[in-house]
Every structure is written in C-alpha cells, then in structure tokens.
C-alpha cells in the first residue's frame, strides 16, 4: 500500500496530476487546495496518498497535508460522499474550516462545493459532529473545543440572537461557545448575548 510518493510533478490535467518518481509515473487525484500547493510543472512534491483498489481500478488520492488526508478519510465514510465530493469539500474549505462548519452546523459553507446539496450538507454536518467532538475550533474563532457548546436551551438562543443581528454562523457559535465556557453552564442568556458580543467586537477590532 502506497502511504507517500517524492518526485517531480511531470503534467496537471484538471483535478489529476502525474508524479515522476524515478521514472514511474503516478496518476494522483488531488483537491484543488493541494493542487495550489504542490507547486508547477517541474517542481519536486511530496504527497500522502490514500488508495482505494476496486476490481476494475487502483486509485490513488494525493494530499500535500496529512490532515487533508485524514479529512478525505473521514468525509468518505459519510453516505452519499464518494471520492470526488471529498475532494471538492476540500478544496474550498480548509481542515480548519471544516471543524468550524460541522460543530457551528454550517451546512451551507459545504453546499458551496460541487456535488453537495443541501440534504447531504446536513447529514455530513449531523454525521461527523460527534466524530470531531475532541478537535479543537480554529484559534481564530476563539473557542477551544468543538464540543464546547451544549446543543439547546439558552446556547441556540443566544446563537440566534448573534445570526439575526448578521453575524455568520461560525463566528456566531464560536463566541457564544466561548461565552458559555467563560461563564459556565448555569450563565443566563443576555450575559451570554453580551460576552459573546465583547468577544466579536474585540476580535474585528483587533483585525
């Protein structure tokens, strides 16, 4: 089983790209995120490689990023997302990215990608929440865990509050998150709702 393949990238045809390693050529799908990264025609590329061998095929995806793999994994275990739609999810949204969308439920930052309608978003968002449970949020939204924010009560309505005063989804549940770690379980929602607020309003004041 291949794990990683070094070598010269030898021509980039849409989402594939040959990889001369010692003079055999590797045909590699990769996300668009990796193709950006891997460098141009003639560059040297180090790739973590995920077969898949079916009877008719030997496949073979590329990552510039082992967490981009481990992601491709994960996303391909959900119903309904084959290889190509793994692919497409990342390579409009980046691991991190990813990790806010599933544990705020953004299930509209997946629909942005190719394959992935609205039904499959919520169940990619339903189906890997508690998968990702022990990831930590990106530090840019400013909460430490995916499973920092308990579902219902007060929490999805201070999270609704901070939506319908514009804000987006994962910056809205990341401060809230933040918020309800900051003043525990028994916090009352217009405390919540204003340290949530202070949060948001000192992170774009300090961009």
């Known amino acids: 089983m291949i794990g ?22 590797y045909l590699v799908a990769c996300s668009a995120h990796t193709l950006r990264l891997a460098g141009e025609i003639g560059d040297t590329a180090a790739l973590w490689i995920e077969t898949q061998v ?16 481990d992601w491709f994994r994960l996303l391909i275990t959900v119903q309904g997302v084959g290889a190509k739609v793994a692919l497409a999810i990342l390579g409009i949204l980046s691991p991190e990215r990813l990790i806010g969308a599933i544990a705020s439920g953004d299930k ?20 890997l929440k508690d998968k990702v ?19 219902g009560g007060v929490t999805d309505d201070a999270l609704s ?11 809205a549940f990341a401060a809230v998150a933040a ?28 961009v």
């Open 4 to 25: 990683k393949l070094t070598g010269r990238i030898e021509s980039v045809d849409g989402t594939h790209l040959i990889l001369d390693v010692q003079g055999v050529g």
């Open 54 to 69: 079916r009877e008719d095929a030997i496949n073979l995806f590329g990552f510039a990023e082992k967490v981009e793999r």
């Open 108 to 127: 509209a930052a997946l629909t942005a990608a190719d394959g992935v309608g609205p039904k499959l978003g919520l169940r990619i968002v339903t189906e």
């Open 133 to 151: 449970a022990h990831l930590a949020l990106p530090a840019s939204l400013g909460a430490s865990k995916v499973a920092a924010l308990p579902q």
């Open 161 to 171: 509050a901070l939506l319908n005063l514009g804000y987006r989804r994962m910056e």
């Open 179 to 206: 918020a309800h770690e900051k003043l525990g379980a028994d916090a009352k929602i217009d405390a919540l709702i204003r340290t949530a607020l202070a949060a948001l309003s000192n992170r774009q004041g300090g």
